[in-house]
Nanobody, 119 residues
Framework: QVQLVESGGGSVQAGESLRLSCAVS????????MGWYRQTPGKPRELAAI???????NYADSVKGRFTISRDNDKNTVYLQMNSLKPEDTAVYYC?????????????WGQGTQVTVSS
């Protein structure tokens, strides 16, 4: 089993920064992907930033140049540094961990952390 614990959300003013953390524990194997998604009421969950299984990063166009995803493999933790925050970044942010086991991708989600950006 895999557990994800997120932290770092909060309320900030536009232009400020926040850093989200997601610690993954449990049965972790080498072929995996870690990333951040976000969701606002009435809309589907969307990708913000992710590490692919090959180790490259992908960002949503809306966050490129402002958000940076990083990871500490020793701590099995992924971070999302969010700079120059905008009101439209307001959402619940979810950490997602996926790993390949026996030819199948298993997905795990964090509990979500609220980020609120006021103008």
């Amino acid at each position: 089993q895999v557990q994800l614990v997120e932290s770092g959300g909060g309320s900030v003013q536009a232009g400020e920064s926040l850093r989200l953390s997601c610690a993954v524990s449990g049965s972790i194997f080498s072929i995996n992907s870690m990333g951040w998604y976000r969701q606002t009421p009435g809309k589907p969950r969307e990708l913000a930033a992710i590490f692919t299984p090959g180790g490259s990063t992908n960002y949503a166009d809306s966050v490129k140049g402002r958000f940076t995803i990083s990871r500490d493999n020793d701590k099995n933790t992924v971070y999302l540094q969010m700079n120059s925050l905008k009101p439209e970044d307001t959402a619940v942010y979810y950490c997602k961990f996926s790993q390949l086991r026996f030819g199948r991708w298993n997905e795990y989600w964090g509990q979500g952390t609220q980020v609120t950006v006021s103008s």
